[in-house]
């Protein structure tokens, strides 16, 4: 599973929050109702791994999370996670962050801290859709992973049910309790192909506490070394691709496209069109309809209202002005030739 442990920790927790993310479902109901600072540590192939909620936007149903790992080897022991995160996560091998769209089931957008970039997911979309389409069922007690050597057949099983450690700011937690979801990765000849994954949620935390991925023969576990809240990022913001204008398409004749990517966070724009051909260059606003169509946002201009402004044979470059965001204007490369 080497090449997969770059974005596992990732993959993982797309499996946890999705499949259909109904309104009822638990776990984007509990992703819904998390705070900004909720984190937890896996321990994992001698790694250490965190996941904290860095920004959630209820209204939206957006969630940015941070991730970061260090070497088990590298990390000092004396020091808490929460002071090693809050002072900048010293020998950290990556950090990043990922913002997730609940509402459509994907990573919107991933920057790696570490590099100062963006990350381009595409590689991964095959391991990524597989995971967001699996079902997580809650094992009954007969199916639970119990303490002890099973009983001689005949006699009713009395054993206690195993449970994982659970830490919250490094202390451990007596009589700490679990529900358990299993799922099964499809036969896809993939790394993953075929393996159990079972996850243990306690009964008011966002993130599991402890995952177990099984093939029959071996398990490999990502164990919960630690948890809390109200953790503060040294990250002061999620950045932002630079929103820009990729196509002007005008169609039957009714209607204007004008097609913007990198530009679903803004609420809307203002648009306004510059008469390149005039020596004064005029700017006309103009109006339109938004829609969506993909990741693109399209503003919809009605070509009845440019006949009414625009000068035949002129050349118009289109300029929109996100709401409440001074000094952003977003131009097109390309001029628009009214004829």
Not at 220 to 243: C, H, N, Q, T, W
Not at 324 to 333: C, D, G, H, L, T
Request: glycine residues 2%.
């Amino acid at each position: 599973m080497k090449s997969l442990y770059k974005y596992f920790i990732l993959s993982l927790f797309l499996v946890i929050f999705s499949k259909g993310f109904s309104e009822d479902n638990l776990f984007k109901q509990r992703l819904k109702e998390a705070k900004k600072g909720d984190f937890v540590v896996f321990e994992y192939n001698k790694l250490y791994s965190t996941i904290s909620v860095f920004e959630i936007d209820k209204e939206d149903s957006k969630v940015i999370l941070e991730e970061l790992t260090i070497p088990k080897s590298s990390f000092d022991k004396k020091m808490s996670f929460r002071k090693w995160i809050e002072k900048k996560a010293k020998d950290h091998t990556s950090w990043t962050m990922y913002e997730i769209d609940l509402s459509e089931n994907k990573i919107i957008d991933a920057y790696s801290v570490s590099r100062n970039c963006f990350i381009d997911l595409n590689n991964q979309v095959s391991i990524v859709t597989k995971l967001l389409s699996l079902d997580l069922n809650k094992l009954n007690d007969l199916d639970r992973k119990k303490i002890g050597p099973p009983p001689i057949q005949g006699e009713a099983d009395r054993r206690a049910f195993w449970q994982p450690m659970k830490y919250i700011d490094g202390e451990r937690l007596k009589r700490a309790k679990f529900d358990v979801y299993r799922s099964i990765w499809p036969d896809d000849s993939s790394e993953l192909s075929l393996k159990r994954f079972d996850i243990y949620f306690d009964d008011n935390f966002v993130f599991p506490f402890f995952i177990e991925i099984n093939n029959g023969h071996m398990s490999y576990m990502l164990k919960g070394v630690d948890s809390g809240r109200d953790l503060k990022s040294s990250i002061s913001f999620f950045p932002k691709r630079e929103a820009e204008i990729t196509e002007l398409k005008k169609e039957d004749d009714n209607f204007l496209k004008i097609f913007i990517k990198n530009a679903n966070y803004y609420k809307n724009f203002n648009l306004f069109a510059i008469d390149t051909t005039r020596q004064d260059k005029i700017i006309h606003p103009i109006e339109f309809e938004m829609g969506k169509e993909k990741d693109l946002v399209s503003l919809n201009v009605d070509l009845k209202n440019l006949d009414k402004i625009f000068e035949k044979n002129h050349k118009y470059r289109f300029v929109a002005a996100p709401y409440f965001r001074e000094n952003v204007y977003i131009e097109s490369k390309d001029l628009f030739v009214w004829r």
